[in-house]
């Protein structure tokens, strides 16, 4: 029996045509000038082909599915925070206390956290989902960071989930993720798949100064230079994103990766974080192109790997507020935008059924 991944590949479809063409020619006919609602036109036309219905149903509910793990590059001193840090945030947003819970609440939006990593111990009845694979990966600077099992593990773990929420009614999910290193990791992924050097896609993370920002870099790059070799920025075939993944990522990140194959698969859209979410889907993208047609850009972090990152996507961001947090707050934040792109199709009177005149030419 093919495994769930290759499955969950295996049934994401292209977006709608008929919705498409039915949205756009919905949208010509609304009352107001052609254009003049920018972006968010093309974003309602779009849900109308993720949803395979036009006009698009509005995107509710919504959950933030905030994925935490640890990084064992963490020891070679890629952070200004201890490692403990990762456990005491997971509990700090299981009970209502960080940025992402408290947004989440403002948009009305559920937040799921699911332990896929973490060095630490969580502690009992916070209502974390415990899907632990190991405490912790592998420190990518002295050898891979995940195994391939762990890796696919951790894929179908962020799949699992994503259908949970689905089967639960979710209508719009949003990334998430906690890990201290990640952003060690995220800039390590994004060199590895577009074949930027480090130093162009490694930034500050939680707090890094320059020195320790041009240490994380090299760190990046000698081990990019150990793992990837000519593969690198050439991950064409899905065993070589698979590899990369496996080489340098996060079980966070391939839980992400996971996560958006399995909305895809189900027509559901995904609303993207900031740079650890941008580099998981450099890598669904690798496995399934067509994942990226369900990929909605929250906001560019200010991270520079994210930029690089929706650049190779072809993705343009709702936002930009030079936000670099993570855990899913920056793509919270998105959600009134996405949700209003779909109301307009749906709720904005067309010049006939208002007695409105149309354009005299």
């Given at each position: ?154 894929i179908e773990v962020g799949i699992t989930i994503a ?21 060690a990791a995220s800039a390590a992924l994004i060199a ?139 793509a919270v934040l998105a959600v009134p935008l996405v ?23």
């Amino acid at each position: 029996m093919p495994s769930l991944l290759a499955q969950t590949i295996a049934a994401i479809g292209p977006l709608d045509s008929d919705a498409l063409v039915a949205a756009a020619a919905r949208q010509a006919q609304l009352t107001k000038p052609a254009g003049s609602m920018g972006r968010l036109e093309g974003l309602g036309e779009r849900l109308s082909g993720m949803y395979a219905a036009c006009p698009p149903p509005i995107p509710a509910p919504v959950a933030v599915a905030v994925f935490a793990a640890d990084h064992g590059v963490w020891a070679q001193g890629v952070s200004p925070w201890p490692q403990e840090v990762t456990v005491q945030m997971v509990a700090n947003v299981a009970t209502g206390g960080a940025v992402v819970s408290v947004l989440a609440d403002q948009v009305g939006a559920s937040v799921v956290v699911v332990d896929v990593g973490v060095a630490g111990e969580v502690p009992p009845g916070l209502g974390v989902v415990d899907r632990k694979i190991a405490s912790g990966t592998g420190d990518f600077s002295v050898g891979p960071a995940m195994t391939a099992a762990e890796c696919q593990e951790a894929i179908e773990v962020g799949i699992t989930i994503a259908n949970q929420l689905i089967d639960d009614g979710v209508q719009l999910l949003v990334t998430g993720d906690l890990g201290i290193g990640n952003t060690a990791a995220s800039a390590a992924l994004i060199a590895a798949m577009t074949g930027a050097p480090a130093v162009d896609v490694t930034g500050p993370g939680a707090g890094s100064d320059a020195a320790m920002v041009a240490h994380k870099a090299s760190v990046i790059e000698q081990a990019l230079d150990r793992h990837t070799g000519p593969r690198r920025g050439v991950p064409g075939a899905e065993d070589a994103a698979l590899t990369l993944l496996a080489a340098v990522g996060g079980f966070e990140h391939a839980a992400l990766v996971g996560f958006m194959l399995g909305a895809a698969a189900r027509r559901k859209p995904v609303l993207l974080d900031g740079v650890i979410a941008c580099s998981a889907a450099l890598v669904a993208h690798a496995l399934c192109p067509g994942v990226t047609d369900y990929l909605i850009a929250g906001h560019r972090s200010s991270e520079p790997g994210a930029t690089a990152a929706l650049a190779a996507l072809g993705l343009t961001p709702l936002l930009d507020l030079d936000l670099r947090l993570g855990e899913g707050s920056g793509a919270v934040l998105a959600v009134p935008l996405v949700q209003a792109s779909a109301r307009l199709l749906r709720d904005v009177a067309t010049f006939d059924s208002a007695g409105v005149s149309g354009r005299s030419s």
